[in-house]
Nanobody
Framework: QVQLVESGGGLVQAGGSLRLSCAAS????????LGWYRQAPGKQREFVAR???????TYADSVKGRFTISRDNTKNTMYLQMISLAPEDTAVYHC??????????WGQGTQVTVTS
């Protein structure tokens, strides 16, 4: 059974930093693409960043230069380092793992709140 557990969210002032973690179990982790998505109140879930099994990363324009996605296959864990946080980054952040044929599994999310 696939399980993804996010951690590291919290309350931070604008300009601050946070590092999110996503620990995976029950899945072959090393070759699977992984991603972070976020959902703000009243808005649809949106793409934040993605990293392939080879470590190639892509980012939403809104977070480029501020967020860094990474993975440690020895720990079955993915990270999202966030700097220069702004109030518009406030959302529940979910991690995601991709499987063949378009299937995905999601974590329950971790809340990030940025105050001005």
């Amino acid at each position: 059974q696939v399980q993804l557990v996010e951690s590291g969210g919290g309350l931070v002032q604008a300009g601050g930093s946070l590092r999110l973690s996503c620990a995976a179990s029950g899945v072959i982790f090393a070759t699977s693409p992984l991603g972070w998505y976020r959902q703000a109140p009243g808005k649809q879930r949106e793409f934040v960043a993605r990293v392939t099994g080879m470590g190639d990363a892509t980012y939403a324009d809104s977070v480029k230069g501020r967020f860094t996605i990474s993975r440690d296959n020895t720990k079955n864990t993915m990270y999202l380092q966030m700097i220069s946080l702004a109030p518009e980054d406030t959302a529940v952040y979910h991690c995601m793992i991709e499987f063949p044929l378009g299937r995905r599994a999601w974590g329950q999310g971790t809340q990030v709140t940025v105050t001005s």
